[in-house]
């Protein structure tokens, strides 16, 4: 089970960190994504982390501005958001990829889903 947290309201310009914590006890396991769905379009690619955290890609329009990580004694994975644009509004998902230790840019190689978590940045 993984489970999303720490979305809201911002002007552009914030921050927001989003924590996705999965539950069991293989987490340092399998690789890490996070993607987004904006109203009426299909789940898209954010980012993606390793098992152990040493590679990280991002999604061309987060490069720079958004940052992965994740901390496997706490089972948790997060996305640092800075400098958000009002085109970052969107459902943030986080997802287990269905392929172990490596993850693609596809959400077809995901198999576990959190609920999401909405992140609105006003103009």
């Known amino acids: 089970q993984l489970v999303e947290s720490g979305g809201g309201s911002v002007q552009a310009g914030g921050s927001l960190r989003l924590s996705c914590v999965a539950s069991?006890?293989?987490?340092?396991?399998?690789?890490m994504g996070w993607f987004r769905q904006h109203p009426g379009k299909e789940r898209e690619f954010v980012a993606l982390?390793?098992?152990?955290?040493?590679?990280?890609y991002y999604a061309d329009p987060v490069k720079g501005r958004f940052t992965i990580s994740r901390d496997n004694a706490k089972n948790t994975v997060y996305l640092e958001m800075n400098s958000l644009k009002p085109e970052d509004t969107a459902v943030y998902y986080c997802?287990?990829?269905?392929?172990?230790?490596?993850?693609?840019?596809?959400?077809?190689?995901?198999?576990?889903w959190g609920q999401g978590t909405q992140v609105t940045v006003s103009s």
């Open positions: 997802a287990k990829s269905g392929k172990g230790i490596t993850a693609t840019d596809s959400p077809s190689d995901y198999d576990y």
């Open positions: 982390i390793n098992r152990f955290g040493g590679i990280t």
């Open positions: 069991g006890r293989t987490f340092s396991s399998y690789a």
